[in-house]
C-alpha cells in the first residue's frame, strides 16, 4: 500500500489545529479562505506545538523528541529526529526546496505540498507523488503570504485554497527554533544525495542536536540554528552497499569536510555578502555522521562535535 505524506501528516495537523489554545498557536482564514496557522507572529507559540509542525514537515513520517543534555553550556536540551522511512520524509517532505516570491514576500516552502506540486527534480528521483485532498506548507517567514502566493500553491496543486493549511514559523520564534533544528537528519540525507550516494541504500536514520536560545533577530537566529546542526549534530544513518563507498561516504559527510568550517554560520553567512549561494554547499550537513552498513555489520565514525564553537554561537 502507498504511503501518502498528506494523509499521515492530516493527522498531526487536525490534533494541532484542535488544540491551538493549550499549544499557544492561533488558527484564522486567509485569502479565499485557506486557513492560516500562526505558530510565533502574534502569539508565543510552545515548545509542543514546534515538535508537532517538525513531524507535519516530516509528512507524519517521523518522530521528534526532546531529551535533557547537560554538553553545552547554554543548552539543556536537544531534539532528537528518527525515522523508518527517512528518504521520504526527509527529501519528500521536510526539506525546504519549493522556492516561493511575489513582490516584498520569499519563502522556502517545506513539508507535504511539495508532493502535491510536484515542482523539483528531485521527486522524479523518488519516484513519489501524492494526490491526497488537503495538504499542508510550513513557512519560515514573519508575515502572511499574499493573494498570489495562495493562488500561484492553489494552482500548482490543482486544489481549492480552502483545502490549503499555511503553518507560519519565523526563525526568532520557538516553533521556528525547533523546527529548523528538527531538520538535522534531512541535511545530512541531502547531502547524501548531493555526493551521489544512492538513495535507496539508506534504510534508516536517526538524528539529534542541541536546542538553541531563541534569538533577538533572524541573522543571529538562522546563525544559531545552523551551528547546533553543522558544529552540534550527530546523525546515524543504517546503510547497504559496496564498503567502499559506504567509507567513502563517511569520510566526506561530515561537516567539517568543508573549507568554510571553523567559524559560526552568522560569521561564515556575513563574511560571504549575506549570499548563501556563496557558502560551500558541503558545509551544511551535521558535526559528526556514524554509517553502520548493513552488509559487513561495520560501523564507521567521522566528523566531531565542536563543543566551543556552539557554546560561542548560543552567547552571541
Known amino acids: 500500500m502507498k504511503i501518502s505524506i498528506n494523509k499521515k501528516s492530516e493527522e498531526i495537523l487536525n490534533n494541532l489545529i484542535l488544540n491551538a489554545d493549550y499549544l499557544n498557536i492561533k488558527i484564522k482564514k486567509g485569502w479565499s479562505n485557506c486557513t492560516i496557522i500562526d505558530a510565533g507572529i502574534d502569539v508565543p507559540g510552545s515548545i509542543e506545538a514546534g515538535l ?6 516530516l509528512g507524519g513520517l517521523g518522530k521528534v523528541n526532546l531529551k535533557f543534555n547537560d ?4 543548552s539543556s536540551m536537544q531534539i532528537d529526529v528518527h525515522s523508518a522511512h527517512p528518504v521520504l520524509a526527509c527529501l519528500g517532505s521536510q526539506y525546504a526546496g519549493w522556492s516561493l516570491s511575489s513582490k516584498n514576500f520569499f519563502a522556502l516552502g517545506s513539508g507535504p505540498v511539495r508532493s502535491i506540486a510536484q515542482k523539483e527534480e528531485i521527486f522524479k528521483e523518488l519516484n513519489y507523488s ?4 488537503k495538504t499542508s506548507i510550513v513557512l519560515e517567514v514573519e508575515k502572511e503570504p499574499p493573494e498570489e502566493i495562495v493562488k500561484k500553491i492553489s494552482s500548482d496543486c490543482n486544489m481549492e485554497p480552502e483545502n490549503l493549511f499555511f503553518i507560519l514559523t519565523p526563525t526568532t520564534s520557538i516553533c521556528g527554533n525547533l523546527q529548523v533544528v528538527a531538520r538535522v537528519l534531512e ?3 541531502h547531502k547524501v544525495h548531493e555526493l551521489k550516494f544512492p538513495l535507496g541504500r539508506i534504510k534508516n536514520g536517526f538524528g539529534s542536536a542541541p536546542l538553541p536560545p531563541i534569538a533577538k533577530d533572524f541573522v543571529s537566529g538562522m546563525g544559531r540554528t545552523n551551528d547546533a546542526i553543522i558544529y552540534g549534530g550527530i546523525v546515524q ?5 559496496p564498503e567502499d563507498d559506504i567509507i567513502s ?4 559527510l561530515p561537516s567539517i569536510s568543508s573549507k568554510d568550517y571553523g567559524k559560526p554560520f552568522k560569521t561564515i553567512f ?8 556563496k557558502i560551500d554547499g558541503f558545509l551544511f550537513s551535521p558535526a559528526q555522521i556514524i554509517l553502520n552498513s548493513i552488509s559487513s555489520g561495520k560501523t564507521y565514525k567521522t566528523g566531531e562535535v565542536n563543543r566551543k564553537i ?5 552567547r552571541i
Open 187 to 189: 541535511v545530512a540525507i
Open 270 to 277: 556575513e563574511e560571504n555578502d549575506k549570499d548563501f549561494y
Open 249 to 252: 561516504l563517511s569520510k566526506e
Open 130 to 133: 501524492d494526490a491526497h485532498t
Open 310 to 314: 556552539v557554546n560561542n554561537s548560543f
Open 52 to 57: 508537532m509542525i517538525s513531524e507535519i514537515c
Open 71 to 74: 554538553y553545552f553550556d547554554l
Open 237 to 241: 544513518l543504517i546503510v547497504d552497499g
